[in-house]
């Protein structure tokens, strides 16, 4: 999967990790309306939040929700590294879960549809992420990404303005968003 999520204008520049944290945690209240995983995402899990912008061109993708078609989302998580979902029962899924259409992954990602975030944990060393949605389900990232063998970053995360980067051996980089 050719994954191009955004188009850099400026040089990325090294942030205050505590400017990363208040960051994430406009995304408090925000409910998660667009889901992207699956089969030809491998173990990729696209999150989706907060305010709905009508894209300029929409997607042909016949795979993507209606609002994942039309529209851009305010705030966005892409993560390539490892990730977790799971409940005060046990864990729902995992990014080595089966990836088919109607599988455990797919199943258990579609439960944080319309849920809000209430609570945001962020590791300041590592920057692993942990998201708390209403209903007590918990979406965790692990960056496990950290040598030069690895050829994604860790994630990315989008708000309206910038977007930060979790890298490789969790370094952290900010740029501008710029649609296209």
Not at 98 to 120: A, P
Request: glycine share 8%; net charge negative.
């Amino acid at each position: 999967m050719n994954i191009v999520p955004f188009q850099a204008k400026n040089k990325p520049v090294k942030p205050e990790p505590i400017l990363f944290a208040k960051q994430l945690r406009l995304i408090l209240g925000e409910a998660c309306w667009g889901i992207v995983a699956g089969k030809g995402a491998g173990s990729v899990v696209s999150l989706k939040l907060g305010c709905k912008s009508a894209k300029k061109k929409p997607a042909k993708n016949q795979r993507l929700t209606e609002d994942e078609r039309n529209y851009d989302p305010a705030f966005s998580l892409l993560v390539f590294s490892a990730w977790r979902l799971s409940n005060s029962a046990g864990v729902i899924c995992g990014w080595r879960d089966c990836n088919d259409k109607d599988s455990v992954l797919i199943r258990g990602l579609e439960n944080l549809r319309h849920l809000c975030v209430i609570e945001v944990q962020l590791n300041p060393v590592s920057y692993d992420l942990t998201l708390c949605f209403e209903g007590g389900l918990i979406f965790e990232i692990f960056c496990d990404i950290t040598g030069a063998h690895d050829a994604d970053d860790n994630y990315y995360f989008f708000t309206p303005t910038e977007v930060y980067t979790v890298g490789m051996s969790s370094e952290l980089l900010v740029e501008e968003r710029v649609f296209e």
